[in-house]
Every structure is written in C-alpha cells, then in structure tokens.
C-alpha cells in the first residue's frame, strides 16, 4: 500500500481502537475493536504478516508475565493480604492522620511496585478508605496518596507497570539491574509526591484518630497472610536470580501464582473461574493486539518521525527531554499506546533512553486520567462510566506533582545511570 | 419557635466541634448533625481506574468507587452516631454528598444557627485557622454562624506583631 494512505488507515485503526477501549459501548471488552483493528493492519498489508508475528512472539512472554502477575496480585486479596495491611496501619499510625498518611506511601508504593498499579487501584485503594474513616480521619489525602502513588511509584521493578513491562524486553536489562538503576528514580518520584501532598492537604491532615474498642480487638486478634507475603518475597528474590539461572522471569511469577493458587484453590478459597477470571484474557488479547496495531502506525512512517523527536544521548537534558516527550504523549494518547511507539526508537538508543521514556509514562497519567484527547472527545461516556473528567483539585495535584517528579526522577536516573555504569 | 441548629461535622475536629457547641446551644434547639463526604473522593478513584486501559470493568462490588462510596455511607452514619452520644442529647442526622463546601451553605438554607469548627492551622489565631472550605461556609453561609475552636484557642500573643513598614506607618 502506498505510504501516505497507510499512514492515515494506520493511525485511523489506532484511534479507534483506543476511542472503543476508553467509551466501552455496551460493556464489550476492549479486545472487541482491537483484535479485528490488528487483523485489518496485516489485511491491508500496512504491517507485513512476518513483522506482525515477530510483535506476537516479542509480546508473548509479557504478557504471560502480566497474567501471573495479575493471579498474584487477586491471591493476595483472597489471602488477605490488603485487608490486613489496612489493619495494621490503623494500629500502626496511633490516630496520627500524618503517620497514617506515611504509611500510605510506604504500602502503596511497595505494593505498586511489588504487585502493580492495577493491584493498588482496584485492591488497596478501597482499603486505604476504610482504614481513615474507621480512625475518622479525613480519606481524602489518603485517597489522594494511594491513586498517585498508583502511578508515580510504579517505576521500580518490570512488574509494577505494564508499560515496564513492555519496556523491559526491549531495553535488555536483566531483572536486577533494571531494578538498581530504577530505586533512586523510584525513591525521587516517591519524594516528590510526599513533599507536595504533605503540604497540599495540610488543612485535611488534622485531629486524632481513635479505633472502636471492637476494631482495636480485631487487629490484635487476626493474624497475618504470612503465606502470601512469604511467597511474595521468595518470588521477589527469585526475579533477581532469575536471570543467572537463565530463566525467563515470567517462569518466576509463574511459579510463584501457583504456590499461592494451590493451597488457595484446596482450600477452596478460590475457584479454577476465579483465577481464569483475574488472567483478564481479553485484557492479555487487547495488549496483543494493540501491539500490532501501534507496531503497524510506526512501519507506515510515524516510527521514523518518533526516532527524530526522540533524543538520543546520556547527557540530563537530552533524559529530561525524553521523560517530557514521553509524559506529554501519555497525556495526549494515554500511556500505553505511548510507551508502545517510543520504544523502538529509545531501544535503538540505549537503555538509559528507555528508563527516561518509563518516567515520562509512569509518572505523567497523573495529569489526566485517560489522556487529554480522550478525555476530550468522549467527555460524555467518561461520565457515565463514573469517570468524569479531571475536577479541579486533581488537575491542580498534578500539575504540581507532575514537574517536580518528573524533574526529580529524570536527574535521579542521570545520578543512577553514571554511578551503575 | 425553638432554634434550629446545624452543626457541620468533619472527620478530625468533630470532637472539638461537638464539645464547644454543646454549652453553647438553648435546651430547647432542634438540632441536626450534618456530615458530607467529598464526592471527589470516589471520583478520583473511579478516575484512577478509568487510566488503566483495556482492563474491562470489575465485576461488580469490586468497583473501587463503588465500594468507597458504599463504605462512606456507612462510616458516616457511625460518625454522626458517635456525635450524637457525644453531644449527650437527641439529634437528627444527616448525610449528604457532594462538593462539600456547597452542599453545607445548602444545607444551612433553613436553619437559625449553623456551627462550624475551624479546620486549618490552629498554632495561631489568624487566617490560616480556617481551611479552604470552611472559610467558602462562613463567607456565604446564608444564616448566623458560630465559629468554633475544636481544641482549645491559641492566646492573644499568637498573632505576629504589625510588620515595621505595615499600613499606617510610612517609613521616614
């Protein structure tokens, strides 16, 4: 097909496909528009076939590692991992809503970065709720803290973020090292946050909080999922091993859903449905086939564009420039579609240039929810999804939070880069 | 007529409110304790979650707005309970949701008294003692209001000394 129509059909079966992942109509999951958008790609000869199964064979182990991921992070719940996290930083902060707030940090960015951004979004965010308003605490900080760190706190392991994910094949790094050269930029973007939260909501931070004689009983009497949290730090360990043993790291999280599923399902505390169910195959089938339909935008010409606009280079500007290009994409377009068309070009540019692109889409979603484009053309159907666009104080959250972590993680990164090399 | 009062309560200085109120009030006043939860709260939650692309929707009960919204129902109910023991007299109770600064001045339409607590830095006597939306209430609260101190008032030395070059004093 000739370039220039390619290029219009390619982007055409991109925007649609992201336009039908973020309306949903009638509920279909998003694979619904995805998958037929893939095939139309190879179909209208805009990707070859051969270069479209590459992408497959590439996505594969991802998102296998993503599934065993998921499992872990649903087994935890039905352990009680969550709840008993919620009880013991109820005891823990002794009624100090600034206490409570600190331990919000620290267990909403381990179990980012342990569990993924999904698993503190849908799992400990309700959590952290319950745990203020049983204090009588005010939840908004706390709230606040959790969906933040959801995303600004997923830069530390391949797992805690899709997008790393991704990332994480195309840069080459093992495992551990991804993890090293992440922990300051990780730590900075956690800084960060706390610095501007901490002031923020200053006038919310207020009183003492008191647990009800029943709920201080419970907490001492109920005992923790040292089960779950024992495989969780072996299969933390065995990601960091993986790589000498020359074992894929998704084999790691693989195993590592299964010592909690066995016992789980025995127990009959979970159901073969149930873990079906938290694999979210369409949402495995929709990253597929997503991949194919980004991969199709870059043959048709935008990849060239993108490795022009990408700078290349170890300096802290060009890590800055990368971390803006990447955090003002995921804005635009939401951030995996981003993360999909950087990363050929930032792989071609070293791993250091990948990281960069990971601060941009880790931490810039917490600007807008969906990405401004969409949140703009489907403001109605965000709405009636219990979506509505960004009010006023999230916006302004972000718009201080953003550019402070962005900044802090990127030089963090530089410091990380030049000290590990 | 008794008076009807409204006493605004938020998580953190409730007690505070409930106890400076509670002297202050005639015998005879209808009082309702009012308690708002921010809508916000569940929204960024829902937020939170519509950002997460491709995930489908949660089946249902496991929907974190949802979940946050029927909790805070719940919670609310306690609080004002909780308040009502407190406050050591009958009182109706009332949950509302919202943007919490607008919902109150609402709710203040038809009462004689509304009593609101002061919620930002209470080191000093000052400005800053009222946060955001306590100070929206108390500019367009459309009936009296008493304005309390949860805790105990700063003293008089609290408040900064005029600066040298303030109003009033030109320099030489």
């Given amino acids: 097909m000739p370039r220039a129509p390619a290029e219009t059909i390619a982007l055409l079966l991109l925007a649609a496909t992201l336009a039908f992942a973020v309306v949903r109509p009638h509920g279909l999951p998003e694979a619904v528009a995805a998958v037929p958008a893939a095939l139309l790609t190879v179909a209208l000869d805009i990707l070859p076939a051969h270069a479209a199964l590459d992408e497959l064979r590439n996505l594969g182990p991802t998102i296998g590692f993503l599934a065993a991921v998921l499992v872990l992070a649903e087994l935890c719940e039905r352990e009680g991992l969550f709840a008993a996290a919620g009880r013991r930083m109820a005891v823990a902060c002794r009624g100090r809503p600034v206490a409570l707030l600190g331990l919000v940090f620290l267990v909403g960015s381990t179990v980012t970065a342990v569990l993924s951004l999904d698993a503190t979004v849908v799992l400990l965010t309700p959590v952290v709720f319950a745990t203020a308003v049983r204090l009588r605490l005010r939840p908004k900080p706390q709230v606040y803290a959790c969906t933040h760190l959801a995303n600004s706190a997923s830069l530390l392991l391949p797992v805690s973020n899709l997008t790393n994910l991704l990332a994480f094949r195309a840069s080459g790094l093992s495992f551990a090292r991804f993890a090293t050269t992440m922990t300051l930029p990780w730590l900075a973007a956690i800084g960060a946050e706390w610095v501007v939260l901490r002031r923020t909501f200053a006038s919310d931070l207020v009183g003492r909080g008191e647990l009800d004689a029943a709920d201080r009983a419970g907490a001492r009497s109920a005992g923790g999922p040292t089960y779950a949290v024992v495989v969780l730090a072996l299969t933390l360990v065995g990601f960091g091993m993986a790589q000498l043993a020359h074992l894929d790291p998704a084999v790691i999280a693989g195993l590592g859903a299964v010592a909690l599923a066995v016992p789980a399902l025995a127990g009959r505390r979970a159901r073969i449905a149930d873990l079906g169910r938290a694999a979210a195959v369409p949402f495995l089938l929709f990253v597929a086939a997503l991949g194919v339909v980004v991969r199709g935008v870059s043959a048709a010409g935008l990849g060239p564009l993108v490795e022009r606009l990408v700078p290349t280079g170890g300096s802290l500007w060009s890590l800055l420039a990368v971390a803006a290009l990447a955090a003002i994409l995921a804005n635009l377009v939401n951030n995996l579609p981003a993360i999909l068309l950087l990363l050929p070009a930032a792989a071609a540019a070293g791993p250091g240039t990948v990281l960069a692109c990971l601060v941009g889409v880790n931490v810039g979603p917490n600007l807008t929810w969906v990405g401004s484009l969409a949140t703009l053309l489907w403001r109605r159907a965000l709405r009636e999804r219990n979506a509505e666009p960004p009010i006023g104080e999230f916006l302004r959250l972000g718009a201080l939070t953003v550019p402070v972590a962005l900044l802090a993680a990127s030089t963090a990164l530089w410091l990380a880069l030049r000290v590990l090399s | 007529m008794p008076m009807r009062a409204l006493l605004w309560l938020v998580e953190g200085t409730w007690q505070g409110c409930v106890d400076a109120a509670r002297p202050l009030l005639p015998a005879d006043a209808e009082i309702t304790l009012l308690h708002v ?136």
């Fill in chain 2, 37 to 172: 939860t921010p809508s916000e709260v569940a929204e960024v939650a829902g937020g939170a979650l519509a950002g997460l692309l491709g995930r489908g929707r949660p089946e249902p009960g496991r929907h974190p707005a949802e979940r946050i919204s029927a909790l805070s129902e719940e919670s609310a109910l306690e609080l004002l309970a909780a308040a009502e023991a407190r406050l050591g007299r009958a009182a109706r109770r009332a949950t509302r949701r919202g943007r919490v600064e607008h919902v109150v001045v609402e709710a203040a339409r038809d009462t004689d008294l509304l009593v609101v607590a002061r919620d930002g830095d209470r080191s000093r006597l000052g400005p800053a003692s009222l946060g955001p939306a306590t100070r929206f209430v108390v500019d367009h609260a459309p009936c009296p209001v008493l304005l309390v101190w949860p805790d105990e008032a700063p003293g008089l030395e609290s408040i900064p000394p005029p600066p040298p070059h303030g109003p009033g004093r030109r320099p030489a």
